[in-house]
């Protein structure tokens, strides 16, 4: 099983077949990254992510290449991963000038694959889902991936962004009140609906604008909330 999912590509059913057969024989594997490939294959992907990081980069193929009701599955299964604590941030040298740029926040493989399937072409459920699943975990890494989905083309997928965004601070607040700013109207209103269900003082004054003098309705309605 594991050789014909490794060797392939696009061979999710394959897999899957491959799974179904080793149940029928009582060859079932319980643990280890054999245990993770069948819940896999066999489309189990909570079961798979309550087995850590042995399952993470069979869940971020799956997400890549599963159908559409499995890539949403694989989605809300890393949304409920716990990441690796992110390193303590070095003090500056007394030397370093302080207009060096901050070095990038290091990413973690879970919230790299929600975030190419948020900002790829996968289906809008797909989409939404991986936007979700970016605010369960709060990585500050993907808070800009999470802005650009404030564009997106799909009305659910702006929302679980949005949403996902207002979940945590200060990054994903602070880019919502600069989404206000945008001059896409779905952005702008997708960032006041979501700031209007939390309570960001700095975001206040912005709304009273939007809700004053925005020339689309709808995001005057989003500001009123």
């Given at each position: 099983l594991l050789q014909r999912y490794e060797a392939c590509n696009d061979c999710a059913g394959s897999a899957?077949?491959?799974?179904?057969?080793?149940?029928?024989?009582?060859?079932?594997?319980?643990?280890?990254?054999?245990?993770?490939?069948?819940?896999?294959?066999?489309?189990?992907?909570?079961?798979?992510?309550?087995?850590?990081?042995?399952?993470?980069?069979?869940?971020?193929?799956?997400?890549?290449?599963?159908?559409?009701?499995?890539?949403?599955?694989?989605?809300?299964?890393?949304?409920?991963?716990?990441?690796?604590?992110?390193?303590?941030?070095?003090?500056?040298?007394?030397?370093?000038?302080?207009?060096?740029?901050?070095?990038?926040?290091?990413?973690?493989?879970?919230?790299?694959?929600l975030a190419e399937a948020l900002a790829g072409p996968a289906h809008s459920s797909v989409r939404a889902a991986a936007a979700d699943a970016l605010g369960r975990l709060k990585l500050a890494a993907e808070t800009e991936v999470l802005a650009l989905a404030l564009t997106d083309s799909a009305t659910a997928v702006r929302t679980a962004a949005a949403e996902a965004l207002a979940s945590y601070q200060p990054e994903g607040w602070a880019a919502l009140r600069g989404a206000l700013q945008s001059d896409a109207a779905e952005a702008r209103q997708a960032a006041a609906s979501a700031l209007s269900a939390v309570a960001d003082s700095a975001a206040v004054a912005a709304l009273v604008e939007l809700l004053s003098g925005d020339s689309v309705a709808t995001v005057r309605a989003a500001a009123a909330r």
């Open positions: 899957a077949a491959a799974a179904e057969a080793l149940e029928l024989l009582e060859l079932v594997p319980v643990d280890g990254l054999d245990g993770a490939l069948w819940l896999v294959a066999m489309g189990e992907m909570d079961s798979a992510a309550t087995m850590g990081e042995v399952s993470l980069p069979l869940l971020a193929r799956a997400l890549r290449e599963h159908t559409t009701d499995e890539q949403v599955l694989a989605a809300t299964a890393i949304g409920t991963m716990t990441p690796p604590a992110p390193p303590a941030p070095e003090k500056k040298a007394k030397e370093e000038p302080e207009d060096v740029a901050p070095a990038p926040l290091p990413r973690w493989l879970g919230g790299e694959a």
